[in-house]
């Protein structure tokens, strides 16, 4: 392929490449790069000569930084409904073939990961993170939710982190996105190169030989603040206890509950909740259907619009306060 191809894959030693190719784009997601990733890792499921896949994003800004956003506003407004779906049912199958994939997927983590980038590492069974990887779900932001089966996997991150990260949207980065259950190893990004160059000789087995020793979690110490405010039962009652705790780290994420849709996070804590209980498989067709009804919400389009399109940061959420959000609006959303 050439070097302006949006994916680029190649066969390198004992491993399989995929190099996500679009990093002034921050290496986000379109369908054609969805069914490129498809393809490749489908022609590579039962070739004898590819024993690991390798996927990287081009640059060191990002590995992704999730899925083309603005087109998908577009083609809800549009009332395109069927191109929004494709793209939806195509990632998230993706998503699946990730996570049941027969051969060892190894994604090299290494900047900016979120929303769609996450759905490309998470659900692998290696994920390595340098010291500047940055894992987040900011989807409440947009008026969105964490979706790519991030309603499977933040409910099993330890404690209540999965339900602090999914609706405050803040970032994890480096060796606390090892400690959280985002990523597996710890490479600094000096060491990358080497490693990358590793696999390729000797498989996932290289692993080992480049995972450096974790310094402490940053949140360590506020572990258990985090699952007695996260594990309360609604938006309101979270906020409730977080101004109660008066910790620096509390108003961090009130001021990220702040911001974001209040709407967003009524469903986003539903769909976590119920996502508990729920297969990978059953979360994802659940996401699907979610994101046709939250889609459709108008805290999705300006909130887009907001963060992407014209990049004031000042969106008009409807309603504009966690309180007065209708909880019968909420049920209308999950409705079969």
């Not at 990961?113 to 932001?141: D, K, N, Q």
Request: proline share 5%.
């Amino acid at each position: 392929m050439t070097a302006e191809d949006t994916v680029v894959t190649s066969r390198d030693g004992r491993i399989g490449r995929i190099l996500l190719n679009r990093p002034k784009a921050l290496n986000a997601l379109d369908l054609q790069m969805i069914r490129a990733c498809a393809t490749i890792l489908e022609t590579w499921r039962e070739d004898p000569h590819v024993d690991a896949v390798v996927i990287q994003g081009a640059g060191d800004r990002a590995f992704c930084a999730g899925g083309d956003i603005r087109a998908l506003r577009d083609g809800q407004l549009s009332g395109d409904r069927p191109s929004v779906d494709q793209f939806f049912r195509e990632e998230y199958a993706l998503n699946l073939t990730i996570a049941t994939y027969p051969k060892p997927y190894i994604a090299l983590i290494d900047g900016i990961c979120m929303g769609g980038g996450i759905g490309l590492s998470v659900h692998a069974p290696y994920r390595v993170a340098t010291e500047h990887a940055g894992f987040a779900m900011p989807e409440t932001a947009i008026g969105f939710f964490p979706d790519i089966g991030a309603t499977f996997l933040l409910p099993r991150l330890p404690g209540q982190l999965g339900t602090y990260l999914g609706l405050t949207g803040l970032r994890v980065t480096g060796a606390d996105a090892v400690h959280a259950g985002l990523a597996t190893h710890f490479t600094p990004r000096t060491h990358l190169a080497d490693l990358s160059a590793a696999l390729a000789r000797d498989g996932a087995a290289a692993l080992a030989t480049y995972n450096q020793t974790l310094p402490a979690f940053s949140l360590a110490a506020h572990r258990a603040a985090i699952d007695h405010c996260f594990s309360a039962a609604t938006v309101s009652d979270i906020v409730t206890r977080l101004e109660a705790t008066g910790a620096e780290w509390a108003d961090a994420a009130l001021k990220a509950l702040r911001h974001v849709s209040p709407s967003a996070l009524h469903f986003t804590l539903r769909a976590l909740r119920r996502g508990r209980d729920l297969t990978l498989k059953q979360a994802l067709d659940a996401e699907f259907a979610l994101t046709r009804t939250t889609m459709a919400y108008p805290d999705f389009a300006e909130g887009v619009r907001a963060m992407v399109v014209d990049k004031d940061r000042k969106p008009a959420w409807r309603p504009a306060t966690i309180q007065a959000v209708d909880p019968a609006t909420i049920d209308a959303l999950f409705a079969d």
